[in-house]
């Protein structure tokens, strides 16, 4: 019986016809033009009124960005702050505004520019201060600080004062007076204070480390102890003649986490008050908090190691005591809660659970729940709790994993049912950034085919008010593109299961004839890879290989983020790495029963970070197959990931050590039998190199033939350097062309 349940081909979005011409992707094209360039836009600021907002626009005469004031009802627009007015003292052009934000009167703007990476993100920089009223640009830090040398510098509530971190200590300084006050005293390499260390950042997105209080008198900070994390030694041999040590603090799965607290200190400087929270330091995390609007205690989660029980607990900053008020356990694990907030003056506070078996949000007072979101289908993610009209907005696609798109519920359940905000007539991926009041939004959209287009929209009944981004020259190039649309589909396994995947097949496509077939994947619990969204340069590499001849798939196993239920994400607990590859391979042999287009002996896969991991996964678990594979950046051995991660989904390995033992690719390398290509960066500080080189051995211990291709003092995205995204890809598709011959037979 033919298990193919459905195709849904997307051709709305596909502009091209035979009357037009038709040009050839390259990897020049795509990777080394701006051909291809997606328009974006700046960040924009929302006032409170709820129709006002600010946007950058850049001015070609200053050589800079003005800022502009927008009102969503009338139209109007004019000049708050203008390019030329960010000239510092001595300088010729005006501040780089990479991001910004409005003091709470609105008379004040703090601008974060001349930014350096930390890890993955810019997160730090250097911050100015402009006064609209005096039109004077103040520097903060003061005559000892540093060029970039300011972290997560924002305004307290009344303006008067910003608060930043600096050499992992938090300062406070008087915007009027300069007037600076340091609130730590010992932030060292391993003490950090107001920001966190690379596990927390890494796996816990958790960078910005402090908090005002509302009222302005107090800051509320994490002290993370990195002293008992061990160095991890990468080697840069290309800056110097001598090669040059490389440190990350960076605990592996197996070693206990860094130690941290959370403590309270008054702006005009003293003592911290610690929060007295139960439970080992090295043996929890801490990885969020928030004020109580009265300013007198904090709502902190705590997580145990293995991430199976959250617990929260109200703290009170006069003497750091502290009260347990909810807590969650899992069988499998649990997620940090984001959208985490306090309503109705503090009484009840918001917490998203799967414990109904799908994603969903409840307003818990006093140790009672109330589910307020759509039951039987996820709640993927908070747009706005908008409190004052009694609306939760937010993010869901309950009729198809692979999209996303705007719903509201009442936040009393017995006011109303859950309703759909995006027109019916827009099938794909959106995204919106709703204004306080619920009135209006920024609204992004695209779908597979189509790129991004951003505009104002006004809600509920989504009215387009006007148009950021169109996106129209990208559109146009992609039209004279020969290009075949990315169909999308669900195969039914022989157990009944149902794998979301999509398919681009070449523009010449002929079913009578064989084709090879290349498989993206990345299959982890961070990843999913069949969306109906616009992916960019991604995109454009898989219809370039369509254009060579191979067809392009990906699907969605279990253990994937995709919006199916508790079950479906969490049954791979304790099985990364197995399930997946068993999913991925059950759904080729059901693919090669529904269609003899399929070149069996002609089957590729490839895919980064955990795709690559995945890749070697299909490889090494069932060489007869797949034929040929090229692993970027790959986790050979679970054991020499970070802790937080693969504890969360593997278990402590001195707990649960078969987990890793099966999950772990290098364990099946002896299985090999097709060709293989591994791609690593040297000095990846998050999937370290050491795990390829283990790989290696193991394969030469075997006398297992393969290709390595390494990228000197390259990180995880492998793309410093000039030339070394084009030269990436060159590679992979020469190896590709090379071992998986292409076009039709």
């Known amino acids: 019986m033919n298990r193919l349940i459905s195709v849904l081909i997307l051709l709305t979005a596909l502009r091209v016809t035979n009357a037009q011409p038709v040009s050839e992707l390259s990897l020049e094209r795509i990777y080394n033009s701006r051909t291809f360039e997606s328009q974006r836009m700046g960040p924009l600021r929302w006032f409170d009124d709820g129709e006002s907002f600010t946007t950058l626009i850049y001015n070609v005469e200053d050589s800079g960005f003005d800022l502009i004031k927008n009102n969503s009802n009338t139209g109007g627009q004019r000049f708050l702050v203008r390019a ?50 005096t039109k004077s640009l103040i520097k903060l830090g003061g005559p000892s600080a540093l060029s970039s040398s300011l972290m997560f510098a924002k305004f307290s509530p009344d303006g008067t004062k910003v608060g930043y971190v600096r050499a992992h200590n938090i300062f406070v300084e008087d915007v009027k007076t300069g007037h600076i006050v340091q609130l730590t005293q010992d932030g060292a390499e391993r003490i950090i204070n107001g920001t966190f260390d690379w596990a927390y950042e890494e796996e816990f997105s958790c960078r910005d480390g402090f908090s005002w209080s509302p009222d302005g008198d107090q800051i509320a900070y994490w002290r993370i102890d990195a002293s008992s994390i061990r160095d991890f030694y990468m080697v840069n041999n290309t800056d110097s003649i001598y090669s040059q040590i490389v440190l990350v603090q960076y605990p592996k799965a197996g070693e206990k986490p860094a130690k941290a607290k959370i403590g309270v200190v008054s702006v005009a400087g003293g003592e911290t008050v610690w929060m007295n929270i139960t439970g080992d330091s090295d043996d929890h995390y801490l990885p969020r908090m928030i004020w109580h609007p009265d300013s007198r205690s904090l709502l902190v989660q705590q997580l145990n190691r293995a991430q199976n029980h959250n617990k929260v607990f109200q703290c009170f900053i006069k003497d750091g005591s502290t009260r347990w008020v909810y807590e969650e356990k899992e069988a499998a694990w649990l997620e940090t809660v984001d959208d985490f907030a306090y309503l109705n003056k503090g009484h009840t506070f918001s917490w998203i659970s799967e414990k109904n078996g799908w994603k969903a949000l409840y307003l818990i007072q006093e140790g009672e729940e109330t589910l307020i979101s759509a039951k039987g289908s996820d709640m993927i993610s908070v747009a706005l709790i908008d409190e004052q009209n ?68 006004s809600l509920p009944d989504h009215r387009i008010i006007r148009t950021f981004v169109d996106n129209d020259k990208l559109a146009n190039n992609v ?39 290349l498989f993206y994947v990345y299959g982890e619990p961070w990843g999913q890879t069949v969306q109906d969204q616009w992916t960019g340069t991604n995109y454009l590499w898989h219809q370039m290989l369509a254009q060579q001849g191979y067809i392009v798939m990906s699907i969605d196993n279990r253990g994937t983020p995709s919006p199916r239920g508790r079950d479906w994400r969490k049954s791979v607990y304790g ?90 690719p290098v364990n099946y390398a ?76």
């Open 390 to 457: 009694g609306w939760l907005y937010y993010i869901a696609s309950p009729d198809n994993p692979t999209q996303r798109y705007l719903w509201r519920t009442p936040l009393n359940p017995n006011k109303g049912r859950p309703e759909r905000i995006t027109p019916l007539d827009q099938p794909g991926w959106h995204t919106y950034q709703i204004a306080p009041n619920g009135s209006f939004a920024r609204h992004s959209y695209s779908n597979a085919n189509t790129p991004e287009i951003i505009d104002l929209v």
């Open 670 to 745: 002896k299985n090999l039998k097709g060709n293989l290509l591994i791609v690593h960066g040297t000095n990846d500080d998050n999937v370290h190199y050491q795990g390829t080189e283990v790989l290696i051995n193991e394969l030469i211990k075997h006398n297992k033939i393969f290709s390595m291709l390494a990228y000197p003092g390259r990180s995880h995205s492998i793309n410093e350097g000039e030339g070394t995204t084009l030269h990436l890809r060159t590679s992979l598709l020469d190896y590709l062309k090379k071992h998986l011959e292409p076009g039709a037979k």
């Open 84 to 133: 030329k007015d960010l000239i510092p003292a001595g300088a010729e052009r005006p501040l780089r505004v990479v991001d910004y934000q409005w003091s709470e009167d609105q008379k004040k703007l703090l601008i974060f520019t001349n930014t350096a990476k930390v890890w993955r993100y810019h997160t730090r920089g250097d911050y100015w201060v402009f006064d609209l009223t």
């Open 575 to 664: 099985q990364i790495g197995v399930l997946a590859s068993e999913d991925q391979a059950n759904a080729l042999l059901q693919l090669k029963q529904n269609y003899s287009f399929i070149d069996e002996d002609r089957i590729g896969i490839w895919g980064w970070s955990g795709g690559g991991s995945m890749t070697l996964n299909m490889m090494f678990r069932y060489p007869d197959l797949y034929h040929t594979g090229m692993s970027v950046a790959p986790v050979p051995d679970q054991r020499l990931y970070d802790n937080i991660y693969q504890e969360r989904y593997s278990g402590i390995p001195q707990l649960m050590p078969e987990s890793y033992q099966l999950g772990s």
């Open 479 to 517: 039209d004279q593109l020969g290009i075949s649309p990315k169909e999308f589909l669900r195969i039914e396994l022989a157990s009944e299961l149902i794998l979301d995947a999509f398919m681009i097949k070449p523009i010449d496509f002929d079913a009578q004839k064989k084709y090879p077939v």
